[in-house]
């Protein structure tokens, strides 16, 4: 709300008064409340799994839509990265109609920004569907599903939060927890029920703000195909790319030393008792001593006199009497 003087008052701090009061009520005006969180979580047997966020708003006010932050970067008791491969297959509304929607990459969340028309003063739902390659995670004893179900990331109030995880059938040995609260929290406000091969999860008190809701399933292993060593090695180089440039620049200069900088490979030593054809004396000899010497010049006129390139005519002076 904007208010605006035709004419100059002459009372400030009445003036102050009502730009304050205007203020605090234009944003009691505009409130968003998360009525429902909705999710339907299905484990395949090849390990990835498919995911659908049913999310009922009240929009009071004028708003534009919602964000939907999802945590996708985690850290491995050895110290690394590890990084969910999502692959979104469509936002659309509760009718099935598309939704127009961004995605950005912020900290270790996936953010989602959807736009939802008229939500002006009204209850609108947002349904978002996506797969997951790499969501589970592997045990000696045991399969696991860890997933944060809502996120922490919400700054409104979710009034109800739920999960249903499905496993694939004959499952067994199927067990369940939930957390509810902020970061790190271990409260348990929230009802489990293990109903083979599914697993229902409901929040039994509201979430305040940046509270979450997670699910934490485990089963027998056999049921799922676990990833290969090539597949465990791939997700960790995605997920931690800067441990890449070390190998990388090892590996480019090994190839450059390799083509350029290494020397010749030298031919076994063979002892010669006579010079090499062709190579006349001066060659030789500024191969043996590393310099030309007047003596090499001098065997090379000798050489071509021999081959009859020249001739040599020994002059003699004569002197007076001899002299």
């Not at 009520?25 to 966020?53: C, H, N, P, Y």
């Not at 509270?211 to 180089?237: F, K, M, N, S, Y």
């Not at 997920?239 to 890449?244: I, V």
Request: with cysteine; hydrophobic share 40%.
């Amino acid at each position: 709300m904007f208010l605006r003087c035709l004419r100059p008052l002459r009372y400030p701090s009445a003036a102050a008064a009502l730009v304050v009061l205007g203020a605090v009520s234009a944003s009691a005006q505009r409130t968003l409340v998360i009525d429902r969180f909705d999710a339907k979580i299905a484990v395949a047997a090849d390990g990835s799994i498919t995911v659908e966020e049913v999310i009922q708003s009240t929009f009071t006010g004028s708003w534009n839509g919602i964000y939907r932050t999802i945590p996708v970067e985690y850290r491995t008791p050895q110290g690394l990265n590890y990084t969910l491969r999502l692959t979104f297959d469509s936002i659309t509304d509760g009718a099935g109609d598309a939704l127009k929607w961004e995605s950005s990459r912020e900290r270790h969340y996936r953010k989602l920004k959807i736009w939802v028309p008229g939500a002006q003063d009204t209850t609108k739902t947002v349904v978002i569907r996506y797969r997951v390659a790499n969501g589970l995670r592997f045990f000696e004893e045991h399969d696991e599903l860890y997933w944060n179900v809502t996120g922490d990331e919400w700054d409104v109030p979710i009034q109800s939060a739920s999960a249903e995880i499905r496993l694939p059938a004959g499952a067994t040995g199927i067990r369940a927890a939930a957390f509810t609260g902020g970061y790190g929290s271990t409260d348990k406000d929230a009802s489990v029920a293990i109903e083979p091969p599914s697993v229902r999860i409901k929040t039994t008190t509201g979430l305040s703000f940046r509270e979450g809701l997670t699910a934490v399933v485990g089963w027998d292993p056999g049921i799922v195909q676990r990833p290969t060593a090539v597949d465990r090695v791939r997700d960790t180089a995605l997920s931690n790319l800067p441990l890449l440039i070390p190998p990388l620049v090892f590996v480019g200069m090994w190839r450059l030393w390799s083509r350029r900088g290494r020397d010749p490979d030298l031919a076994p030593v063979q002892t010669r008792y006579e010079p090499p054809d062709g190579m006349s004396p001066a060659e030789l000899g500024t191969l043996v001593d590393g310099t030309p010497d007047m003596r090499d010049l001098t065997s090379t006129l000798v050489d071509l006199a021999v081959r009859g390139y020249l001739r040599i005519d020994v002059a003699e002076d004569e002197g007076f009497f001899g002299l």
